[in-house]
């Protein structure tokens, strides 16, 4: 892209961006501070910036956050709000979200139907470890 690769470069772009609205940058943004990129990590401040995203609809933010709900990175611990959170995810077509959407249904109280419904959903959009899952459940 004709630029070299300088994180801290990236980050205080992103935050000009942030400070305009822009719900990418909030995520991306957020993946710095989740990560330790052009910033010190900080799991808080990530869930922070990915739910300004998620309140724009954005689907990989909405996902993250959902998981950091589910994990408590950076947030309490709340497997409900990480379930409403994959799920806006999930209905917007974002794959990882059905994934892990299945997976709490699988654990929570072994809702299978639903399970079996967001496997099937994150499998047709070619997720591997889904149609393993899938596999697996038709095999048994």
Known sequence: NGVKQNWKEAVFWFKRAVKKGCAAAEYDL???YSNGEGTAKDLKKAAELYALAAEKKHREAQC???ICYC???GV??????GM???SLAAEQGQTEAAFHLAL??????MDIEAAVKWFTTAAEAGHVEAM???AVRHSA
């Open 76 to 81: 309490k611990e709340d497997i409900t709000m």
């Open 104 to 109: 709490l249904h699988m654990k929570k109280g």
């Open 64 to 66: 993250d956050l959902g």
């Open 84 to 86: 409403h959170y994959l």
């Open 132 to 134: 393993f899952s899938l």
């Open 71 to 73: 994990s408590g990175q």
């Open 30 to 32: 957020g993946l710095c």
